[in-house]
Structure formats: structure tokens, C-alpha cells
């Protein structure tokens, strides 16, 4: 029992009077102190109470493990609900995300095809625009050639023309200017006027009279005229075959064959890739020959001969600046090469229209002329 006195030493709590007390507290005291049963039946009440006190604690851990236990079962259905509908959204996502990946699978494949016909069609048009091109700059250089070939035959024809004065008229370009001899053609012959304008008159001194073109005589070389046929079924420029390896043999090689051995070189394959030019030269302005050009000749040397010779024409070779100054013999020997390069290439483009005897004869007229320009003969200038 509390006695009211301090121990310290014991370890009690201080004094009465030295812990503050509430009023209720004093009040309780005095009121035990004044009644003596109240007491007691306190002092009862307290043991009946430390009795019950274990059956109750009992009791209160029962209870806390039941309502633990449902708040594990309800928190575990939470759980499980939460976890269901959690896999069945990420079930969701799942399938939409597989179904946006089919549709980016096939918008690639189909960007990919598109992407490769986009290509496709791209390196069509510039394959059409690069056969075009060719195309076109092919039938610009035939033009070109074509119109070389042609202005080299008007400078021929101008030069035939000049020739023919009316002083000193040239008879071959006007036959009607021509008269009979004193003695006149022998009884019984006939001049035959349909021909004699086309053909040039052959003088014939031991007869004293000029023979009509219809009396010079000329039969067809069938071996030439079969391999001409076999050509002109399948015409071609490729010197392989029978008939252009001849002419090449007999006409071509020699016609071409210059001093200069590297210029004539160069002069041929101009002359069959259809890219020769000859120009007429200027006789008032001087010389502008470049350094390859002046290496090869002047107005007074000619560049493929080698020897001194008035030079009125100059040629140049294919897109070339540079120019080469030709005597009339050299110019009338390229010439001849090029009338019957441009004949070849009539027939063999379809413009020549008629049997293969005239054709034959038109060819062999063509190699005439190479073969008397290889001699030295060509028209005198004026």
C-alpha cells in the first residue's frame, strides 16, 4: 500500500505533493476516504476484473484473426478481379497491337511495290528518252553527212559549170554544141539523138569522126554483176562482203592511198563514216591554218600529196577545227570515193528505185571515175 512517504531509493514515484494533481483525482480520494464501503467495493471490483481480463484478451486476438482472415480473403478477390480484368485489357492491347502491326506490315509491302514501279517506270522513260536521243542524234548525223555529200556535189557541179564559159564552152556539159567532122558520118549511120546527150562522145582519130555513145561497146562481168545481186538483196556498208571487199580492193584503197600515209588513214574512215566536209577556200583572206592543220600543208602544199600545189579547197574531218588544204587532184579523188559512197548509201536506204542492171552500170560508172581520179585525171578548175 501507499504509505505517503518518498523512496526514493526504492524507485517510487515522488511525493503527493510534489506530482500535480487534477481536481477529479483529489476528489475521488476524498471520497474514498470519507466512505469506507465504496472502498471495498472498489478493491472488489478491481479483482473480479483481473480475473475476466485474460478471457477477454483471449477473445479480442480471436476476433482480430477473424477480421484479419476476411480482409485477406476480400483484399485476395480485390486482387484477383483487379488481375482478370488487367489480363483481359492487356489481351485487348495485344490483339490491337497485332492487328496494327498486320497493318503496317502490308502499307510497307505496299510502299515497297509502289516504290519499285515508281523505279521501274522512271528507268523506262529515261531508257525510251536515251533510244530517242540516240535515235535522233544517229539521223541528225546521217543529215549532216547527207548534206556534206550533196554540198560536195554542187561544189563539183559549180566547178563544171564555172569550166563551161562562152568563150571556151565546155562541150561535154553542152553535147548540142558539138558538130559533125567535114567528112559527116559514113553512109548508113545513124546518130541516135535519144542517147547522145546522155553519154559523152568517144573521138576515134583513125576513123576521122566521133563515135556515138550508142556504138562504145560493154558487156556485164557476170561475176561482178552476181556478186552486186547478192549485195543488193540484203544491202549493206560492212567491207566484208564480196562486192564492197572488191571495191574496196580495187577502188576505194587505191583512190585513198596519199603520200601521207597517217592523213589518208584518217581521210578514209572520215569518208565511210560519212563525216568529211570540204570547204571552198577564201582566196581574198589569208591562212588560218591551226597547229595540226599548218603541220600537213598550206594554200601552196597540199597536206595528202605533199607537194607544192595550188590548194583552193581544204577538208576537215568529222567535228575537227582543223583543216587540210588539198590539191584539185587529191579533192577530185575524195570526191570520186564520196559520189560512190553516196550512191551505196541511196541504194542501200531505198531510194534508188530501179532494176539491178541500171544500178550495176551506175556503180561501174562510179568506179570508173575512182579509177581515172587514181590516174590523175579530174575536171580542170577555173
Not at 8 to 26: F, I, M, Q, R, Y
Not at 27 to 44: F, I, N
Not at 51 to 70: H, I, K, N, T, Y
Not at 346 to 360: K, N, S
Request: proline share 6%; glycine share 6%.
Amino acid at each position: 500500500m501507499w504509505s505517503g512517504q518518498s523512496h526514493p531509493d526504492e524507485g517510487h514515484p515522488p511525493p503527493l505533493e510534489a506530482v500535480p494533481v487534477s481536481w477529479k483525482s483529489v476528489g475521488s480520494c476524498q471520497s474514498r476516504r470519507e466512505s469506507p464501503g465504496a472502498l471495498a467495493e472498489t478493491s472488489a471490483g478491481e479483482g473480479t476484473q483481473g480475473e475476466e481480463g485474460p478471457a477477454a484478451s483471449q477473445l479480442d486476438v480471436s476476433r482480430l484473426r477473424s477480421s484479419s482472415m476476411e480482409i485477406r480473403e476480400k483484399g485476395s478477390e480485390f486482387l484477383k478481379e483487379e488481375l482478370h480484368k488487367a489480363q483481359k485489357e492487356l489481351k485487348l492491347k495485344d490483339e490491337e497491337c497485332e492487328r496494327l502491326s498486320k497493318v503496317r506490315e502490308q502499307l510497307e509491302r505496299e510502299l515497297e511495290e509502289l516504290t519499285a514501279s515508281l523505279f521501274e517506270e522512271a528507268h523506262k522513260m529515261v531508257r525510251e528518252a536515251n533510244t530517242k536521243q540516240a535515235a535522233s542524234e544517229k539521223q541528225l548525223k546521217e543529215a549532216r553527212g547527207k548534206i556534206d555529200m550533196l554540198q560536195a556535189e554542187v561544189t563539183a557541179l559549180k566547178t563544171l559549170v564555172i569550166t563551161s564559159t562562152p568563150a571556151s564552152p565546155n562541150r561535154e556539159l553542152h553535147p548540142q554544141l558539138l558538130s559533125p567532122t567535114k567528112a559527116g558520118p559514113r553512109k548508113g549511120h545513124l546518130r541516135h539523138k535519144s542517147t547522145s546527150s546522155a553519154l559523152c562522145p568517144i573521138a576515134c582519130p583513125a576513123a576521122g569522126h566521133i563515135l556515138t555513145p550508142d556504138k562504145e561497146g560493154k558487156e556485164v562481168d557476170t561475176t561482178l554483176f552476181a556478186e552486186f545481186r547478192a549485195w543488193r538483196e540484203s544491202p549493206t556498208l560492212d567491207k566484208n562482203s564480196p562486192f564492197l571487199g572488191r571495191v574496196y580492193r580495187e577502188d576505194v584503197g587505191p583512190c585513198l592511198d596519199f603520200t601521207v600515209q597517217e592523213l589518208s588513214a584518217l581521210v578514209r574512215a572520215a569518208v565511210e563514216d560519212n563525216t568529211l566536209t570540204i570547204e571552198p577556200v577564201a582566196s581574198h583572206t589569208p591562212p588560218t591554218v591551226k597547229a595540226a592543220a599548218a603541220e600537213y600543208g598550206s594554200t601552196n602544199t597540199c597536206a595528202l600529196s605533199g607537194l607544192a600545189r595550188a590548194c583552193r579547197h581544204r577538208i576537215r574531218l568529222g567535228d575537227s577545227e582543223s583543216h587540210y588544204y588539198i590539191s584539185p587532184s587529191s579533192r577530185a579523188r575524195i570526191t570520186a570515193v564520196c559520189n560512190f559512197f553516196t550512191y551505196i548509201r541511196y541504194i542501200q536506204q531505198g531510194l534508188v528505185r530501179q532494176d539491178a542492171e541500171p544500178m550495176f552500170w551506175e556503180v561501174t560508172r562510179l568506179r570508173k571515175e575512182m579509177s581515172l581520179a587514181k590516174l590523175g585525171f579530174f575536171p580542170q578548175e577555173a
